[in-house]
């Protein structure tokens, strides 16, 4: 049993690095990766024996991300790819685990912007042309910021603060 645990907990950081890393080389997030999150929290959370309330709040703190992100991406602040991970993300962190991602995001998501000014500056773009082809489109002026890259790592640094992390140490 604590083998399916296990592998239905280890989801969430690989999925999420996933996420961060096919946006950052490619500028999407499939969706496939959203819903595979969505799919196997309510089997982790069940199989942890998290009560029904917290399965609940867990919920209602996706479905509140899912909301916000729709705002951010109507806003053109994100993508639609974004949102859906952000929400996926927000399911499995649940509450309070919510705040710090929300702020270990926001602020790498500042970081991430600041380091693409950095590599988007006329003084690395020399160095530029010769790099492969996801890093030439990073660095390209214009163009957008991965922010899944950003998602992925507040998803991560939250984690061991939520109830399936609380939940997953405790069997340990």
Known sequence: MALVQSALVFLFPALVIVAGLKDLTSYTIPNWISLALIAAFFPAAFLLGLPLQTIGVCAAVGVGALLAGM???????????DA??????????????AL?????????????????????????????????????????????VPYGVAIAVGALAAFSSSAVGVAFAGLF
């Not at 705002?71 to 790819?81: D, N, Q």
């Not at 993300?89 to 309070?96: D, F, I, Q, T, V």
């Not at 790498?108 to 020399?126: E, I």
């Open 84 to 97: 859906k991970l952000f929400a996926a993300s927000a399911l499995w962190l649940g509450w309070p685990a």
């Open 100 to 144: 710090p991602f929300l702020l270990i995001t926001c602020v790498m998501g500042g970081a991430l912007a600041v380091a693409l000014l950095l590599l988007r500056s006329t003084q690395v773009q020399a160095f530029v042309p010769s790099s492969p082809r996801w890093l030439f489109r990073l660095a390209t002026k214009g163009e957008n």
């Open 71 to 81: 705002v951010m991406f109507a806003l053109g602040w994100i993508g639609g790819g």
